[in-house]
């Protein structure tokens, strides 16, 4: 075993092998990455169980930092209950028969009855849906902070907005329930990762050079996290947490 990467419930763990430790340590670095050091040749399943019970220690911390979702309560999967798409509230209307899950019509979400796992169905309607639109979206933005090209996937990240990788933008799905000038704030700020990891000063010099009124959006952001929903319902707790 050596120094490698792990996925727990989300979060991708850099774990660090340190043959001076006795026991386990998780440390959240200023970036929001996760790292756990180790003692030498312990195996993946007890740090995972490790990280499993830091979740929510995890989840404290990293809504002190900037680049995280608030952590809400789940969902209901019933009439009524509101769900956000780019800035605009769905009610919730459970539907006998649909081709489909999950479809938006007529201003309603309507989810089918008896879908096995609605949190899923509805992640997956929100990935579905604004795949397209957030690559569409993306290109300009792209273009302007100087990383052309770059691909944008659209997937779970836990508690984080956005995460990069060589030519490669994820950007979680949770973030389609902002509205669209949000949507663009969390774009630009990814992207400029790309050229600094970090968020010294030239990291923001860099932001307000592309979106001179990142401030107010980040405000804004703040208070619109407050209204997202990161994929749990509770009649499945355990759910996309
Ligand atoms: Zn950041």
């Given at each position: 075993m050596?120094?490698?990467?792990?996925?727990?419930?989300?979060?991708?763990v850099a774990v660090k092998e340190r043959p001076a430790r006795t026991t386990m340590e998780i440390t959240i670095e200023r970036d929001g990455s996760l790292f756990v050091a180790v003692p030498a040749g312990t195996p993946d399943d007890p740090v995972r169980d490790f990280v499993d019970r830091k979740q929510d220690w995890i989840h404290r911390k990293l809504i002190e930092k900037a680049d995280f979702l608030p952590v809400l309560p789940p969902r209901e999967i019933v009439d009524?209950?509101?769900?956000?798409?780019?800035?605009?509230?769905?009610?919730?209307?459970?539907v006998d028969d649909q081709e489909v899950p999950v479809k938006l019509m007529r201003g309603r979400l309507c989810l089918r009855r008896g879908t096995a796992d609605p949190a899923a169905a509805i992640r997956a309607w929100y990935r579905a849906t604004g795949t397209g639109w957030l690559r569409r979206r993306m290109k300009p933005w792209a273009d302007r902070v100087g990383v052309p090209g770059v691909e944008v996937v659209v997937r779970d990240l836990g508690y984080r907005w956005g995460s990069q990788s060589p030519g490669r933008l994820n950007i979680h799905w949770a973030t389609l329930q902002l509205p669209p000038s949000l949507v663009d704030y969390v774009?630009?700020?990814?992207?400029?990762?790309?050229?600094?990891?970090?968020?010294?000063?030239?990291?923001?010099?860099?932001?307000?050079?592309?979106?001179?009124?990142y401030r107010?959006?980040?405000?804004?952001?703040?208070?619109?996290?407050?209204?997202?929903?990161?994929?749990?319902?509770?009649?499945?707790?355990?759910?996309?947490?």
């Open positions: 050596t120094d490698r990467l792990l996925d727990v419930g989300g979060f991708q009524g209950e509101g769900f956000m798409y780019l800035g605009r509230s769905y009610r919730l209307l459970l774009l630009v700020h990814e992207l400029t990762h790309t050229h600094r990891a970090d968020h010294g000063p030239k990291f923001w010099t860099r932001v307000e050079r592309t979106m001179p009124d107010d959006r980040q405000e804004r952001l703040k208070r619109a996290g407050a209204g997202i929903w990161l994929g749990r319902v509770t009649a499945h707790p355990r759910l996309g947490g």
